[in-house]
């Protein structure tokens, strides 16, 4: 495998642990992030805050820190994305969305609030982009054609509010080593972006399967 | 104006003091998502720093929190996007990019850590869309034709690793209410993403300009 995409040998029990340490500490990381920019609270209360969350911040830093998260994997392909800014668990900047895959493509429920805020109460139009990007990716290897992003097209039907949200994306078609994704996130009052994208599983990867080997659907996730 | 952009009577040294009030607590939190990502501490170090970051969030909210910061403007047509998912200054989502226009259009210098990864070490394709979004959102309304993004291309050249990055956008045609902007983001290696937006000045801002109204260059950041 190329550099950066980790194997090792973490046990399901031991994943099932992390899961429950770290997914409950990063969700009150994001509530402190919505808290910040809405709060109300007297300037002593926002540097009281500042100076706890500072401390809180060496603590963590203390033992050293790695590099950032990347991809890991076990031997059996099961693989954690848990830095990954759309999807990650350890990631306080993603919502984080779950993404489930079934017979059409995959879809994802999600909630998008303050922190994703572009024009006032809609969500920002590149926030848009990235859950489309990500979806239109896990689209692509879900339905074993992983790539990355060789072009992205959006088109902005009308305002996305802040709030509950869905997304659901699809392969549309295939072409050696290109695979086209589609996409459409919805609110309320229905679909609000669409997206086109076209994945290119890299050469490496390509030289890999040339060989026998076999890239894990989820590897580009 | 429309409901969400807020007009209030702010004094300039008002907002230097909530400036240096929110910009450093905002920065301190950003420090906590990356160390959240990366750090190595115990399991009992976690959740001791779960405990605490959950009793400051529950005192910033204990006063009362508004809803999403929105777009608050002076009677100057000074604006605060502080909620925005890019440029927002208590946003600890947003990196912050800071963007500055010049005779071309408008360039940033900014940097993008753990928080913002998709494929190992390297930046999330969404969070470059996101990037680019805003950067040619702001090159438009720094040209004087403000709007909302309607359609938004992205051609994928090469990876962008983690680390220190720029990103410049101008407009490239105007046609009636319509405005083309292009961008490029790049990395140490040279341009790693392009992106072409088309921005459209929404009908009660023509409607408005048509009374002889001026909205503001800034009023769609």
Redesign the interface.
């Known amino acids: 495998m190329t550099?950066?995409?980790?194997i090792d040998d973490a046990s399901l029990d031991q994943l099932d642990a992390e899961r429950a340490?770290?997914g409950?500490?990063?969700q009150?990381?994001r509530?402190?992030?919505d808290?910040?920019?809405?709060?109300?609270?007297?300037?002593d209360?926002?540097?009281?805050?500042?100076a706890?969350?500072?401390?809180?911040?060496e603590?963590?830093?203390?033992?050293?820190?790695?590099?950032?998260?990347?991809?890991r994997f076990r031997q059996d392909g099961h693989s954690r994305a848990?830095?990954?800014?759309?999807v990650?668990l350890?990631?306080?900047?993603a919502p984080p969305l779950v993404i489930t895959a079934d017979e059409r493509g995959v879809h994802s429920e999600f909630h998008l609030?303050?922190?994703?805020?572009?024009?006032?109460?809609?969500v920002?139009?590149?926030?848009l982009?990235?859950?489309?990007?990500?979806m239109l990716?896990q689209a692509a290897g879900a339905g074993g054609r992983p790539g990355?992003?060789?072009?992205?097209?959006?088109?902005?039907r009308r305002?996305t509010p802040?709030g509950d949200l869905s997304c659901r994306a699809w392969i549309e078609r295939v072409e050696d080593h290109k695979t086209w994704a589609r996409g459409e996130l919805s609110g309320p009052e229905g679909v609000t972006v669409e997206a086109e994208g076209l994945f290119i599983l890299p050469r490496w990867a390509r030289e890999r399967l040339g060989e026998g080997g076999e890239p894990s659907p989820r590897f580009?996730e």
């Open positions: 550099a950066g995409y980790q340490l770290y409950p500490f990063t009150a990381i509530e402190l992030v808290a910040a920019i809405r709060t109300t609270a007297s300037e209360d926002v540097r009281r805050a500042q706890e969350v500072e401390a809180v911040t603590r963590l830093r203390a033992p050293g820190l790695t590099g950032p998260y990347g991809v848990w830095g990954n800014a759309v990650g350890r990631n306080a900047v609030g303050a922190a994703y805020e572009g024009p006032p109460g809609s920002h139009g590149g926030v982009s990235l859950v489309l990007d990500q990716g990355m992003t060789a072009t992205l097209t959006l088109t902005y305002r802040l580009f």
